[in-house]
Every structure is written in C-alpha cells, then in structure tokens.
C-alpha cells in the first residue's frame, strides 16, 4: 500500500465507503456512521477549506509580485478569461445538443407527462407576469378534462418546501439589481469579511491582484521583506496541503459512508439514489463525459504535444478524485494547484494566478447541467422550448455559472434564476433534487479537469510549462 499511487489510494477510499454504505444501511448502523464516521468527513472538508482562501490569496500576491514583467499579467488575464468563457460555452452547447437528441423527459409515461403540463399550465394561470411559452392549450382541450381533478389536487401539493423555498429567496435577491452588479460585487467592502466568507472569492481574489500590483510599484527595498513574508506562508500552505493529502483516502472513505448515510435507510434507498430520474442521470453524465474525456484532452493534445492523453488524466486523477468526493472546487483547490504545478509542470506564476480564478469562473459542469436540467424539466412537463428560448438558456446558464460558488449545490440556486429566465416553474428544482448530490460530484470533476486543462493552456502559451518525467502526487 505503501508504494501505490495517491490516485489508486483514493479510489479504494471511494468504493470502500460506498460498499460500506450498503452493508451499514443493511445491518442499521446509519446513524452510527452519521454519528462515529461522517464527523471525519467533515473535518477534511473544513481543513481543506480553510486552507484553500488564504492560500487563493497568498498565493495571486506571491505569482503576481514575482513576475518579471507585469504587463504580462494583463495578457494572462485576458486569455484565461477567454480560454474559460469558450469551455463553458462549449459545455453548454453539449449539454443542449445531447438533451435534446436523448428527449430525457420523455421517457415518462404519457399520462403523467400530461397531468405535468396541466399543472404547468395551472401555475401560469396563478403566477403574474408569466405566460405559457409554446402557446398551446391542454386545459382548453376536452381530451384531458379527466386529468384535471388530479392535475389540480397534485399542483396543491407541490407547494414548494423549505429546501425549494431556500434556493428560490436566494435567487430572489439576484434579480433586479443593475447589470453591473457583478462588477460591484467584485470589490470587496472589507478583506476580513470576504476572507471569514468562503462565497466571497472573487472578492479576495481581486485584493490579491491588487495588493499583488502595488508591490510591483514600491520600490524594491521596501516589496522585498513583504514578498518573502507572503512566499513563505504560502509554502507553509502548500505544506499542509500535503499533510492532509497523505490522509486524504481515510477522510475520503468517511465522507462517502457519511453522505450516503444521509441519504438512504436501506440498501434498496442505496440503489435508489443510483438509478432515480435515470434518463436524466445517464444525458448528463454523457455529456460530462464528453468534456472530461474527449473535450478538455483534445484542446490540450492539439496545444501541447509532450503531455499524452492518459499522461493528463494520470497526472490530474487525485484533484479529480477528491473533487468527486468533496463536491467542491474550492475544496478540492490546494490538491489541484499542487497536481498542476508539480505534476504537469505548471510554472508557480501560472498556477498561482489562473487557478484560483478558475475555481471561481470555471463552472462548465454546472452550466452543462443547467443547461440539461431545464430543458429535460421542460420535456417532463411538455413544453416545446424554440431555438431562441434554448439560446437563452445558453446565456442564462454561462453568466450564471460565472456566479456560482463553488462549494456544494450552489449550482441550485442558479437553476432557479436559469428556470425563471424562460419563464418555467422554479419550484421543479424539487424534481431533481433526488439524485443532485450524486451529480454535483460527477459535475465537480468537469469543473476541476476544466481549471487543471486551462491552466496547462495558458502556460504553455506564455513558455512556462516544463513537464516533469516523475511527479509528486503521483507516485
């Protein structure tokens, strides 16, 4: 065990905790594991949580205040938001070409996709402001009017319920504000507050690429004690990382048992929460599939002729590996800075100023399961959404992304924007919230390949990228 590969590590880490989740769901022992195990779990994610803000921070400060020439970074900037913007773009248009070749909600029996458009249509009838999108009528048509006593009492029970509720007032609070709110959002009003609020990343990244900026400017003598100080907490940073990273397969195999626990009594539950909503479940993990496996290595291959495909995938699998356990780019964070850096040879420069950008910006699995989401909700409930509602879906999902955090299921809260922005019901979140946790992982991974592939890109384009012949988390 003591020569396997960190990767292989982890794998054993994930399927040991989903075996044990059947056995302990079997013999009734989930709320030991709630009680005894999932704790560790927890701590793994706070641990590498609270190392991943400061050392987004210390990190941009150290790669921007070291740069030899700083008008560099204007460039860098510019293609990384480029190379990131065509991704998300591209992971869209996957997205809606695959749902809309696979027809995921219509694999539903007619009657009930029937009884789906009938409540559609009740809830237009109540709701202000909204209408119904391809001007049809069931409600009108006397073929349906033994379906509307059901439809009408099931509509009643659909009220949404705290979780739903929750999502719909955040997204509440993003509509109406000026388009240029994401701008002032950007600035933050106090460093300790966007430093103790983990949402808050962009805000800490843009005092990093200040903060970064102004030493360049002092003079030398009075930069270089500070640019030392912060290089050095940096590495005792990245030390830690390391340090968690060596027990990284035990926390990883608590927090499998740990989430599963949570979300099923019996082995029957466990399968359940596999196989639920399956249609939807297999055009989206298709379509992440596409990215992962045929997008993100084709871009790098045609870009950087060294690094070999299965050369990529093995250099980056621990970040992939703990981004499907954590859910979270943010958490999965130091891991893939260190995977970047030192396994596919990303100068620190690079590494230090794209990726925590990219935890932030970089949503392509969520845009791709927006995208897929909302058009398969729509199918459920039989409504023919055009080229032109589609396209705004398109744009809705990639600027809703953009402001996604990246931390568990923030994906959902944007879903409600992306819902309400072709006028469809908010509250049919509900439907998919099921099997969202299982899914948040397998998107969490695209999210991170995308970050670690664009990093690779943009150092290879600024000659800094030495790929290594040996590498360290890979051993």
Not at 231 to 237: L, P, Q, V
């Amino acid at each position: 065990m003591k020569n396997l590969a960190l990767h292989w590590k982890i794998i054993i880490g994930l399927t040991l905790g989903i075996i044990y989740s059947f056995i302990s769901s079997a013999l009734g022992w989930n709320q030991f594991t709630i009680n005894w195990i999932d704790p560790f779990g927890t701590i793994f994610i706070r641990i590498l949580k609270f190392i991943a803000v400061p050392l987004v921070l210390f990190s941009i400060i150290s790669g921007i205040s070291t740069l030899p020439d700083p008008s560099k970074l204007g460039r860098m900037g510019a293609k990384t938001l480029v190379a990131y913007l065509v991704t998300t773009v591209a992971a869209v248009s996957i997205g809606l070409l695959l749902v809309n070749l696979w027809k995921p909600g219509e694999h539903l029996a007619d009657e009930s996709r029937v009884k789906n458009r009938l409540k559609y249509e009740m809830w237009v009838k109540n709701t202000a402001g909204v209408e119904i999108l391809d001007g049809k009528n069931f409600l009108a048509d006397p073929a349906y009017a033994h379906l509307l006593g059901t439809a009408e009492q099931e509509l009643s029970k659909d009220a949404p319920d705290e979780k739903v509720t929750t999502k719909m007032k955040s997204a509440e609070g993003m509509k109406g504000s000026s388009p240029l709110q994401f701008l002032v959002d950007f600035v933050p009003e106090n460093i300790f507050a966007a430093l103790a609020d983990g949402k808050l990343m962009l805000q800490v990244i843009f005092f990093g690429i200040f903060f970064g900026l102004v030493l360049t400017q002092i003079p030398k003598e009075s930069a270089e004690p500070v640019i030392k100080l912060i290089s050095g907490i940096n590495d005792a940073f990245l030390k830690m990382v390391e340090m968690v990273m060596n027990a990284a397969p035990y926390f990883v195999f608590a927090l499998m048992a740990g989430v599963i626990a949570k979300m099923a009594d019996t082995p029957a539950e466990v399968l359940e929460i596999f196989k639920g909503l399956a249609s939807y479940s297999i055009a989206l993990v298709v379509g992440l599939g596409i990215m992962i496996f045929v997008v993100y290595p084709l871009i790098l291959i045609s870009f950087v002729k060294k690094l070999s495909y299965f050369s990529f995938f093995k250099r980056i699998a621990p970040a992939q590996f703990l981004a499907f356990s954590t859910s979270s780019s943010a958490a999965t964070l130091p891991v893939t800075m260190e995977c970047v850096r030192d396994n596919l040879g990303v100068s620190k420069n690079v590494t230090n100023f794209v990726l925590p950008i990219g935890a932030t910006v970089n949503m392509d699995g969520t845009s791709l399961y927006q995208a897929v989401a909302v058009v398969f909700m729509a199918q459920m409930h039989m409504v023919d959404l055009d080229l032109a509602q589609q396209l705004t879906i398109v744009l809705t999902a990639t600027l809703a992304s953009i402001g996604s955090a990246a931390v568990p299921s923030a994906g959902l809260v944007m879903m409600v924007v992306v819902l309400q922005s072709v006028g469809l019901n908010p509250a049919w979140i509900a439907i998919i919230f099921p099997v969202d946790r299982i899914l948040d992982m397998c998107r969490t991974i695209v999210n991170v390949t995308g970050d670690a592939t664009v990093s690779t890109l943009i150092a290879s384009s600024e000659n800094e990228l030495s790929l290594p012949e040996e590498f360290g988390l890979g051993k």
